[in-house]
């Protein structure tokens, strides 16, 4: 796997914490790919007793997984605490109040999960995974699961923001968008992880703004300004004049786009075929 350096989690953690308040009004992008997501569970015939939304941010997926699984429990863990106090709120007061149906909500890190091995039925994360260690992830994910479980989620691709990754590499050296895991090596992470045949998908959506600063706006709205280094920075008007000017190259039809590369995968945990200490695992069915 191409190595991908990451921001570093407080960072990731304190950008989401400022984005709470904006989020679910600028998050169209999340809201379009998280609702593509859940159509992905339409074929599949499973019945959870526990279902892990990891990344739940505000919750927007709780209502469409709650009716999808209503005898489930539902559990959503974030990094950020404001946005659980906005997911919080979706549920109803009354609800809240007799303690039906409320999901159970957890400050936590991705790639450490407060639950036991083996404890969910259903792992699902929308727009989560780029913020994380795939290899951590996935393994994480491998370790709450069952035999048998299913983890489903989105991410973004190399090719996302492409169009504003290029106009700031124009303005200077630094880094100013985050970079993005190929599909295929996440494909190959998950098998390493101890999932079985693993089904990744890609498309690209394009959304299209009348400038650049409210691109720019949208992705400090949610929380996307997270970055490994801050490099060089945008010091003063020339740089982001060059950027912007470098971005106008892009407009078609009066408008300019902004590209999303969108990964989407799942795939079912399977037994391990060695234990702790190396010695491998062989199943033995009795003949009928």
């Given at each position: 796997m191409k190595a991908v350096v990451?921001?570093?989690?407080?960072?990731?953690?304190?950008?989401?914490?400022?984005?709470?308040?904006?989020y679910d009004a600028a998050a169209v992008i999340h809201r379009e790919v998280g609702q593509r997501l859940l159509e992905h569970l339409d074929?599949?015939?499973?019945e959870p007793a526990l279902v892990v939304d990891v990344g739940c941010?505000?919750?927007?997926?709780?209502?469409?997984?709650?009716?999808r699984y209503p005898r489930a429990v539902l559990a959503g863990f974030d990094l950020a605490r404001a946005m659980l106090m906005r997911a919080r709120t979706r549920t109803p007061w009354?609800?809240?109040a007799i303690g039906a149906g409320v999901p159970h909500l957890a400050c936590a890190d991705a790639e450490r999960l407060p639950l036991a091995t083996g404890a969910a039925g259903l792992v699902f994360s929308n727009l989560a995974l780029q913020w994380c260690r795939p290899d951590a992830f996935f393994a994480?994910?491998?370790?709450?699961?069952?035999?048998?479980?299913?983890l489903l989620f989105s991410t973004f691709g190399p090719d996302t923001l492409r169009e504003l990754r290029a106009s700031f590499a124009a303005a200077d050296s630094g880094e100013h968008v985050n970079s993005f895991v190929d599909m295929h090596d996440l494909g190959d992470a998950l098998v390493h992880a101890g999932?079985?045949?693993?089904?990744?998908?890609m498309e690209v959506v394009t959304l299209q703004y009348s400038n650049v600063e409210t691109l720019a706006r949208d992705l400090k709205s949610v929380g996307a300004t997270a970055l490994p280094a801050r490099g060089p920075g945008l010091v003063g008007s020339a740089r982001w004049k060059r950027m912007a000017e470098r971005y106008e190259s892009f407009r078609r039809e009066g408008a300019l786009?902004?590209?999303?590369?969108?990964?989407?995968g799942h795939a079912w945990k399977v037994p391990p075929k060695r234990i702790a200490d190396g010695r491998q695992v062989v199943e033995f069915h009795r003949a009928p």
């Amino acid at each position: 796997m191409k190595a991908v350096v990451l921001p570093p989690r407080r960072a990731v953690r304190r950008a989401f914490e400022r984005a709470a308040a904006s989020y679910d009004a600028a998050a169209v992008i999340h809201r379009e790919v998280g609702q593509r997501l859940l159509e992905h569970l339409d074929p599949i015939r499973i019945e959870p007793a526990l279902v892990v939304d990891v990344g739940c941010g505000t919750g927007a997926s709780f209502d469409a997984l709650r009716q999808r699984y209503p005898r489930a429990v539902l559990a959503g863990f974030d990094l950020a605490r404001a946005m659980l106090m906005r997911a919080r709120t979706r549920t109803p007061w009354w609800r809240r109040a007799i303690g039906a149906g409320v999901p159970h909500l957890a400050c936590a890190d991705a790639e450490r999960l407060p639950l036991a091995t083996g404890a969910a039925g259903l792992v699902f994360s929308n727009l989560a995974l780029q913020w994380c260690r795939p290899d951590a992830f996935f393994a994480e994910a491998a370790r709450v699961l069952p035999a048998g479980g299913l983890l489903l989620f989105s991410t973004f691709g190399p090719d996302t923001l492409r169009e504003l990754r290029a106009s700031f590499a124009a303005a200077d050296s630094g880094e100013h968008v985050n970079s993005f895991v190929d599909m295929h090596d996440l494909g190959d992470a998950l098998v390493h992880a101890g999932f079985a045949d693993p089904v990744m998908e890609m498309e690209v959506v394009t959304l299209q703004y009348s400038n650049v600063e409210t691109l720019a706006r949208d992705l400090k709205s949610v929380g996307a300004t997270a970055l490994p280094a801050r490099g060089p920075g945008l010091v003063g008007s020339a740089r982001w004049k060059r950027m912007a000017e470098r971005y106008e190259s892009f407009r078609r039809e009066g408008a300019l786009p902004a590209t999303y590369e969108v990964v989407y995968g799942h795939a079912w945990k399977v037994p391990p075929k060695r234990i702790a200490d190396g010695r491998q695992v062989v199943e033995f069915h009795r003949a009928p």
